[in-house]
């Protein structure tokens, strides 16, 4: 799938958040790609990608966690309201998690509700963070057939015009570079499906509760 700005005004179509009962929103292989977990070195995880990361969290903290996420993934939404909370809370908030969300769009209203996020809140990854929160807890109003009535009010409320929106919207570098993020993700990283988590390297899937990820993340802290 390629993320462009025009195939995303094309898009009539209802997104798919029936796809619920799989378990996770997947993404087709790719030619070549053998669809196995990978644990990989933070060390490579955190080279520069081709939109900055917005990371949450102590730079110092002895556990990192990158996840991969599609806007439209029902999945997504239910980590970030049921488990993300207890993670900011237990492990973000005390230290001792660094935590970074990027942007795997499974479609390109995903792809969209990614770039007006990073618009509205440029620099400010606090605002970043609460318009992300917003957008999934938010999912059923927006991610529908018609979406940009409900997207553009949303942005509104965090400060974008109509204008701004649609210059945010038109910005085919933006889009590119998502589709660059994603692209390295499922090459390298052999991220296949949303949410797509990585603990020190360490790869998880699937939107796991606070005791399931406290059994990967607390062998980390021992001794620490």
């Excluded at 799938?1 to 995303?8: A, D, N, S």
């Excluded at 949450?56 to 993300?84: L, N, R, W």
């Excluded at 909370?85 to 990614?114: N, S």
Aim: net charge neutral; charged share 25%.
């Amino acid at each position: 799938m390629q993320i462009t700005r025009r195939e995303f005004c094309q898009q009539t179509t209802t997104v798919a958040l029936s796809l619920a009962v799989l378990g996770v929103s997947s993404l087709p292989p790719f030619p070549g790609l053998v669809a196995l977990a990978a644990d990989v070195s933070t060390d490579e995880l955190m080279k520069p990608e081709a939109l900055p990361d917005m990371v949450m969290g102590d730079a110092k903290a002895p556990v990192t966690i990158i996840e991969y996420a599609s806007m439209t993934c029902p999945h997504c939404a239910h980590f970030q309201e049921a488990t993300f909370p207890d993670i900011k809370k237990r492990y973000i908030d005390t230290g001792k998690v660094r935590y970074i969300l990027r942007d795997f769009p499974l479609d390109q209203l995903a792809a969209a509700a990614f770039i007006v996020a990073r618009c509205a809140a440029k620099d400010d990854k606090d605002k970043y963070y609460s318009l992300i929160d917003t957008l999934f807890r938010q999912q059923r109003t927006w991610a529908i057939e018609k979406p940009i009535p409900p997207l553009m009010a949303i942005a509104k409320q965090a400060g974008l015009t109509e204008e701004s929106f649609n210059a945010c919207l038109a910005n085919q570098k933006a889009w590119d570079a998502l589709e660059s993020v994603r692209d390295r993700a499922t090459k390298q990283f052999k991220v296949q499906s949303t949410p797509t988590f990585f603990i020190n390297g360490q790869q998880v899937t699937g939107a796991l509760s606070i005791e399931e990820f406290a059994k990967v993340i607390d062998p980390y802290l021992k001794g620490g």
